[in-house]
C-alpha cells in the first residue's frame, strides 16, 4: 500500500515542484495561451477518450453522476451554512469551498492511485464539477450568468460526445482515436506544470483565515464524499474515486475568477495556496484510508 501511495503522490508533486521551481526561478511560462490549450484542446480530448474507452456499466455511470451532483449541491449548502455563521461574504468564499481542484490535482492523483477505472470514475467528477464551476461558480464570483461563454465550452460537448460513444459503442477510425488519446495525454503533466506556476505567482495575505478555509474545504470535501456515496450504495474504487475528489483543495480557477471580477482575489489566492499545501498531507492520509 505505501509504494501504491507513494506512486500516486510524488509524480504528482515533482511534476507540480517543476512548474514552481521554473516560474519562481524568473523564466517565463505563457500561462494564458497553455490554459487555453489545456481547456479547449487537452481536457476535452481526455474527456472524450476516457468516456468513450471506459468500461463503467451505464448504472454505474449514472450512480457515479448522481452522487457528484449530491456532494456538490451539499457542498454549496454547507458552506453557505458555515459561512452565514462566521460572518463572511458568501459570494467571495463560497465557489472556493464548493468547487475543488478536481483537475489540476485530483485527475493525476486518480490516475496514479486507482487505475485507468479510478480515472475514468475522477473524470465524472471533474467533468460535473467544471461545468458547475464554470455556471454556478463564475456567477456567484460575477454577481451575474454569461450564458454564451458557458455554451462556448468544449468539455460540455466532448462528455455528451464521449458518453454517447460508451453507451452506442461507437468506433473511431484509428487514426482519429489516436489523435485524441494523444492529444488527451497533454492534459495531466500541463495541469501539474500549471498549478506549480500558479503557486509560485501566488501569495498569503491573512494566514489565519486561509488556514481556516483551507481546512473547511477539506475536511467537509472528504466528509460529505463519504457520506454521500455511501448513502448511494458505491463500493470500491467508484467510491474511493469520488471520495478523493472531493476532498481536493481550492481550484486554482477560483482565484482566476475572483481576479477577474475584483472579488478580494488576495484573499482567494491565499486559501488556494494553503490548501494546496495542506492537501500534501491530507491526500496521502486520506489515500491510505480509502486504499487500505
Known amino acids: 500500500m505505501t509504494e501504491t501511495i507513494l506512486g500516486a503522490v510524488i509524480p504528482v508533486l515533482l511534476t507540480a515542484s517543476l512548474g514552481y521551481g521554473w516560474t519562481r526561478a524568473g523564466r517565463s511560462f505563457d500561462a494564458i495561451s497553455l490554459t487555453l490549450l489545456v481547456t479547449d484542446i487537452g481536457t476535452p480530448s481526455l474527456v472524450f477518450s476516457t468516456f468513450a474507452r471506459t468500461q463503467i456499466p451505464p448504472v ?34 463560497l465557489p472556493s469551498m464548493a468547487f475543488p481542484n478536481t483537475g489540476n490535482l485530483g485527475l493525476p492523483l486518480a490516475l496514479y492511485a486507482f487505475g485507468p477505472e479510478g480515472l475514468s470514475y475522477a473524470i465524472v467528477f471533474f467533468t460535473f464539477c467544471s461545468l458547475s464551476n464554470f455556471t454556478a461558480g463564475q456567477a456567484i464570483a460575477a454577481g451575474t450568468v454569461h450564458w454564451r461563454n458557458i455554451l462556448r465550452m468544449p468539455i460540455i460537448y466532448a462528455a455528451v460526445l464521449g458518453i454517447a460513444a460508451s453507451a452506442w459503442q461507437w468506433h473511431l477510425p484509428l487514426w482519429l482515436a489516436n489523435t485524441v488519446n494523444l492529444l488527451g495525454g497533454i492534459t495531466v503533466p500541463l495541469m501539474l506544470l500549471m498549478l506549480g506556476v500558479s503557486l509560485g505567482k501566488l501569495r498569503v495575505t491573512a494566514f489565519p483565515r486561509a488556514f481556516a478555509m483551507a481546512l473547511l474545504r477539506i475536511g467537509m470535501g472528504a466528509t460529505i464524499g463519504y457520506i454521500v456515496t455511501t448513502l448511494f ?60
Open 60 to 93: 454505474a455511470f449514472a450512480l457515479s453522476a448522481g452522487a457528484t451532483v449530491t456532494i456538490l449541491a451539499s457542498f454549496v449548502v454547507t458552506a453557505a451554512l458555515v459561512l452565514r455563521v462566521v460572518g463572511l461574504p458568501w459570494r467571495v468564499y
Open 233 to 292: 450504495g458505491m463500493t470500491g474504487i467508484a467510491k474511493a474515486a469520488l471520495i478523493q475528489q472531493a476532498a481536493m483543495p481550492v481550484a486554482v480557477f477560483n482565484y482566476l475568477f475572483a481576479l477577474r471580477w475584483n472579488n478580494q482575489p488576495e484573499e482567494i489566492a491565499g486559501i488556494v495556496v494553503v490548501s494546496t499545501f495542506l492537501a500534501t498531507i491530507t491526500a496521502p492520509a486520506l489515500l491510505y484510508f480509502l486504499l487500505g
